[in-house]
């Protein structure tokens, strides 16, 4: 079963930055041909996607909330996704996880796709809280 690990989270002021790492925890895991998200969690709400990558890194997606403030990235040869979040509010405060999308990225990578519709990523991993106050 693949495994991811995040870190990097932390407690911040509001107009702060953090950048989160996301780590394959899995022996032979490459992230290198699938679409990646990260996600968050806040306590009595629903999971939301805040950003997405595809495999080749050309294609991103951002929730409407974090557009211009928060930048997802990959560095394959390090197997390694990040999310570079500036200008932190408290409303961003949540547990921030990432995944894979292993359903649509193997036949994409092969035909060389982008996507367009967000795929179905899971599994998430354990995540990494991110705190802001005011």
């Known amino acids: 079963e693949v495994q991811l690990v995040e870190s990097g989270g932390g407690l911040v002021q509001s107009g702060g930055s953090l950048r989160l790492s996301c780590a394959s925890a899995?022996?032979?895991?490459?992230?290198?041909?699938?679409?990646m998200a990260w996600s968050r969690q806040a306590p009595g709400k629903e999971r939301e996607i805040v950003a997405a990558?595809?495999?080749?890194?050309?294609?991103?997606y951002y929730a409407d909330l974090v557009k211009g403030r928060f930048t997802v990235s990959r560095d394959d040869a390090e197997n390694t996704m990040y999310l570079q979040m500036n200008n932190l509010e408290p409303e961003d405060t949540a547990l921030y996880s990432c995944?894979?999308?292993?359903?649509?990225?193997?036949?994409?990578?092969?035909?060389?796709?982008?996507?367009?519709?967000?795929?179905?990523?899971?599994?998430w991993g354990p995540g990494t809280q991110v705190t802001v106050s005011s």
């Open positions: 995944a894979p999308d292993l359903s649509s990225s193997a036949i994409d990578y092969i035909y060389g796709r982008e996507f367009d519709d967000l795929p179905d990523f899971a599994p």
């Open positions: 899995t022996s032979g895991f490459t992230m290198k041909q699938f679409h």
């Open positions: 990558i595809s495999w080749s890194g050309e294609t991103t």
